[in-house]
């Protein structure tokens, strides 16, 4: 049976809207507001890092959520995770810990997507920092196991597993393991997720930055586009 986007609808067993996802960035939960129906799950803007993705998770428990969902892009650290690639992982990891997924809940989602999308199902690392080099991806990888990284997971399913709800993550790969970025782009981001455009200025007087700049620019988009394809699926496979 069909849902008429071409994702089957026998993955639902509860209602969308006892869900929460956190995010890192406004840009993220941009992508979720486009097709999130009233019904869908609420969406909460951490800003980056571990501190407030962990504080949005406690406040989605206080409001209600009987589950949560890490949702945004990724850093690809193997050459598997190009961009664009989803990521759907078994076990988040950070240097404070390691913590799985609800399995019943990913399979469902791996089943529904694999057939329409790159998947790979390795572990995700959070880190502290953005990871910018090339060499710095291929050290992380080597003492992980990761196949991505990004810097709120871990403090989403951590804070799941302290109130013992269900958690699963979804993330695009926006640049993948040989791609450099920018040594600043984290200052292209407010304490809030905002992406702070007045940033950009700077960029200008430096053309190698620039480059580096619009080449993540270009590659996020395809990270973006299939998170926007996923965003309708995440109505139809709630925990």
Known sequence: ??????YPVWCSSFEASRNAVVVGLELEASLLRRTAATHGPRVYVSGP????ARAASREAIGAGAKALIAFGLAGGLVPEAAPGTLVLPTVIRSDAGEWLVDVSWHDRLTRVLAPRHRVIEGPIFSSTEVVTTRDAKAAL???????AVDMESAAVASAAAEAGLPFVAVRAIAD???DALPDNVAALVTLDGRTLYSGLLGYLAAPRRLRLLIRLAVRSRRARSELERVARVLLQCSR
Do not use: K
């Open 1 to 6: 049976m069909s849902s008429g986007t071409g």
């Open 141 to 147: 990888a080597a003492r992980t196991g990761a196949v």
């Open 176 to 178: 993948g393991p040989e």
């Open 49 to 52: 890092g571990g501190d407030r």
